[in-house]
């Protein structure tokens, strides 16, 4: 054997004169080959101008100096082009394509590692021994291919977990899984510990429970006497399932009532409804409502806002149903709101809305201040302002100066609504 069996680098013969040639040859071919890097890949025909130690992968059909040479490797040396014969496994970088390629034993291709069957991958952290993949990134990216993409958890057993895990500094506080059963539950936590079932879906029957209960969205129920239709009477607060009609309550002269109520989605304020029970003595008496937002709390009350609506007069020497229309609908977002009302003349009365199970529960300011805090009691009180005959006879103002409320009562304990507004869905 004159060469190595895998570089054909030459051996040297013994009593070989000149060894220097042989060496050098060699020396030559292992600086070819290691570390190979090559100009470009699948060129047929040589360079002009070739500089010593540039190596080419040929292509197929090669010319001049190249013929018969189709992927093999070319090494030009010595002011000539040697011909590298390539062997299964050699690998060459392309520096035009920054790409690195194997020889196969046909072909030259793209070297792709083989990412089956590992131990663990780390992106951006490290994996372990139960976190197997283990990414650190702002956003994780699973795009489809083709119509869509799909995400499997997959679990031996109907008692193991199958789930989605929420944290918070790496604290529990929501799971959605299948976890224990093949029910799917949704749980929520404050402290990482102690879960709260949200959401139950049976896996046999598709039946949904709630087993801590829910805040359905309130809406009013059919039999209303102003009720029906795509527009609707009445308050639209989520605390408040039914109401019916209570006793009577006199409006005092020249004072304004107010009553707060929540709205929890976007609504559209078409006006208001009043039930005048009975007219005011004072003759040309006017009766005038409308709708502010919740201000900020001031001592144990809160201050009114910012005017929503001021739904204008209507005449209180005369009983009856009173509706007030705004010529613009006026769109109220999720927030605390206050309807007001008064009258300018004395001896009218007013049937108010009795809140039913749950609409007792309400909330008010505790404490004072910026201190204040929301407390819920069962009844609730209903606010009132003396001296207001400006508010009620000349409009009623965009803000208040300061806390309008002088005093609160309650009577028979209920909570009463005298204004109640008319609203469709956004």
Request: include cysteine.
């Amino acid at each position: 054997m004159t060469n190595t069996p895998n570089l054909a680098l030459p051996y040297l013969a013994a009593a070989q004169a000149q060894k220097h040639v042989t060496v050098n040859e060699a020396l030559s071919l292992i600086d070819a080959l290691a570390q190979m890097a090559v100009v470009a890949v699948g060129a047929t025909t040589p360079p002009g101008t070739p500089a010593e130690g540039e190596r080419h992968i040929i292509g197929t059909g090669a010319t001049g100096a190249w013929n018969g040479w189709d992927n093999s490797i070319a090494l030009f040396s010595g002011g000539a082009w040697l011909r590298l014969i390539p062997q299964i496994g050699w690998m060459a970088w392309e520096v035009a394509a920054g790409e690195l390629l194997v020889w196969n034993g046909s072909a030259w291709n793209s070297f792709v590692p083989n990412l089956q069957n590992l131990s663990g991958v780390g992106i951006g952290t490290s994996s372990d021994a139960t976190n197997r993949l283990a990414v650190s990134a702002a956003a994780t990216l699973l795009n489809h291919a083709g119509n869509g993409h799909q995400l499997k958890i997959n679990k031996a057993a109907s008692g193991d977990t199958a789930s989605l895990l929420f944290q918070t500094n790496w604290s529990g506080r929501a799971e959605l899984g299948t976890a224990g059963s093949d029910d799917l539950v949704l749980k929520v936590s404050a402290d990482g510990s102690t879960f709260f079932e949200a959401l139950r879906a049976d896996g046999n029957t598709g039946a949904a429970r709630f087993p801590n209960g829910m805040d359905p969205e309130r809406r009013n129920i059919g039999g209303l006497t102003k009720g029906g239709g795509s527009d609707w009477w009445g308050p639209v607060d989520p605390f408040t399932l039914s109401y019916s009609t209570g006793s009577q309550q006199v409006l005092s002269q020249n004072r304004m009532y107010f009553m707060a109520f929540f709205v929890d989605r976007p609504i559209q304020l078409l006006g208001a409804f009043v039930a005048q029970h009975t007219a005011s003595t004072t003759a040309g008496a006017l009766l005038r409502c409308g709708i502010y937002r919740l201000g900020v709390p001031n001592g144990d009350n809160w201050d009114i806002g910012a005017r929503v609506a001021d739904f204008g007069t209507l005449p209180a020497d005369v009983a009856g149903h009173k509706i007030f229309d705004l010529a613009t609908p006026q769109t109220l977002t999720k927030g605390w709101y206050v309807t007001t009302m008064g009258v300018s003349g004395a001896g009218a009365y007013a049937r108010y809305g009795r809140w039913m199970t749950p609409g007792l529960t309400r909330y008010y300011p505790h404490s004072s201040g910026t201190s204040a805090y929301p407390r819920v009691v069962a009844p609730q009180v209903y606010l009132y302002e003396n001296g207001s005959n400006a508010e009620i006879t000349g409009g009623l103002p965009a803000s208040w100066t300061g806390n309008p409320v002088s005093t609160m009562t309650s009577t028979n304990n209920w909570v009463y609504q005298m204004v109640f507004p008319k609203w469709r869905e956004v």
